[in-house]
T-cell receptor, first 115, second 115 residues
Framework: DTGVSQNPRHKITKRGQNVTFRCDPI?????LYWYRQTLGQGPEFLTY????????KSRLLSDRFSAERPKGSFSTLEIQRTEQGDSAMYLC?????????????FGPGTRLTVL | AQSVTQLGSHVSVSEGALVLLRCNYSSSVPPYLFWYVQYPNQGLQLLLKYTSAATLVKGINGFEAEFKKSETSFHLTKPSAHMSDAAEYFC?????????????FGKGITLSVRP
């Protein structure tokens, strides 16, 4: 069990550019979550996958954001036409229902800075 | 709907002193409650969780929390603070398994430990 991994750890981009982040969950976990955390705040839910199906999206996830989880393994989060307000830490978490409690385990995050 | 309130953004204690971090929740259904710790530029690490079993929950690093339904509280305590406990602490709530178990976080509390 190597834990949840995320790449890249840091991304600096210019306003208007597209960026893509990757999350590799714990291998036996079928649920995957994306959260966004801004300075001084707790993480906020963005979207959720069960296997390859995206089952819920937050209203925070504008049309410029898209997430995928092909084959129910890794997931990508793409932000198109980035804005300065997109600067944040993007966190991925994975979980499974084994044991009944659906505890989420988080990756180290990708810190995005939009100039 | 669910929410978490963490009163105060910063707590400072002396090494060896009691740590008490407060968390109050609101949930329309029986909640699952979590405490996570975050070190600078890192993801979130699970400290402990309440999932409707014992109301006093023991976690890692000597932390524990007590679920009090009548007070809608889930305060985190540690009898004796250590310098390595300095970090940001987040309380979170989720609802039933079998559905989207997204976490709703509080704003977090920064714990400082004085020598």
């Amino acid at each position: 069990d190597t834990g949840v991994s995320q790449n890249p750890r840091h991304k600096i981009t210019k306003r208007g550019q597209n960026v893509t982040f990757r999350c590799d969950p714990i291998s036996e976990h079928n649920r995957l979550y994306w959260y966004r955390q801004t300075l001084g705040q707790g993480p906020e839910f963005l979207t959720y996958f069960q296997n390859e199906a995206q089952l819920e999206k937050s209203r925070l996830l504008s049309d410029r954001f898209s997430a995928e989880r092909p084959k129910g393994s890794f997931s990508t989060l793409e932000i198109q036409r980035t804005e300065q307000g997109d600067s944040a830490m993007y966190l991925c978490a994975s979980s499974s229902l084994a044991g009944g409690s659906d505890t989420q385990y988080f990756g180290p995050g990708t810190r995005l800075t939009v100039l | 709907a669910q929410s978490v309130t963490q009163l105060g953004s910063h707590v400072s204690v002396s090494e060896g002193a009691l740590v008490l971090l407060r968390c109050n929740y609101s949930s329309s259904v029986p909640p699952y409650l979590f405490w996570y710790v975050q070190y600078p530029n890192q993801g979130l690490q699970l400290l402990l969780k309440y999932t409707s079993a014992a109301t006093l929950v023991k976690g890692i690093n000597g932390f524990e929390a007590e679920f009090k339904k009548s007070e809608t509280s889930f305060h985190l305590t540690k009898p004796s603070a250590h310098m390595s406990d300095a970090a940001e602490y987040f309380c979170a709530v989720s609802t039933a398994t079998g559905a989207n178990s997204k976490l709703t976080f509080g704003k977090g509390i920064t714990l400082s430990v004085r020598p």
